[in-house]
């Protein structure tokens, strides 16, 4: 039988990366490595050529994918990665890709 998540370990993360991470492949990245830790949410490519992420799940696999944010997919040069922690909404039952420029929830 797999552990669940205590209610207080699971969190809100939402993310915005900056450098070169438009036409590299990183909202795919993103997709699949959130979707591989069992994270709900969504990742957008930002009119001012950042990338968002807003992803729910256990803490610990949160930060881990904060971990692969701040390395990308080969072809992309992270420069800077913004982070806010928030309460988990239980929001989402999957993790996709919005389009550009979503007002987010």
């Known amino acids: 039988m797999v552990a669940r998540a205590r209610p207080n370990d699971l ?3 939402e993310v915005r990366i900056r450098g070169r991470v ?3 492949g990183f909202r795919y990245f993103v997709v699949t490595r959130a979707s591989e830790l069992g994270l709900t949410g969504w990742v957008s490519n930002e ?8 992803a729910e799940g ?6 881990e994918l904060l971990e692969l944010l701040h390395e990308g ?6 420069e800077h990665v913004d982070e806010d922690w928030l309460p ?16 987010g929830d």
């Open 47 to 54: 009119q001012d050529g950042s990338v968002r992420c807003v």
């Open 73 to 78: 997919p080969a072809p992309s040069i992270v």
């Open 88 to 103: 988990y909404t239980g929001a989402w039952g999957s993790f996709g890709i919005r389009s550009s420029g979503h007002r």
């Open 22 to 24: 438009h036409g590299v």
């Open 58 to 63: 256990p803490r610990a696999d949160l930060v």
């Open 11 to 13: 969190a809100r993360l």
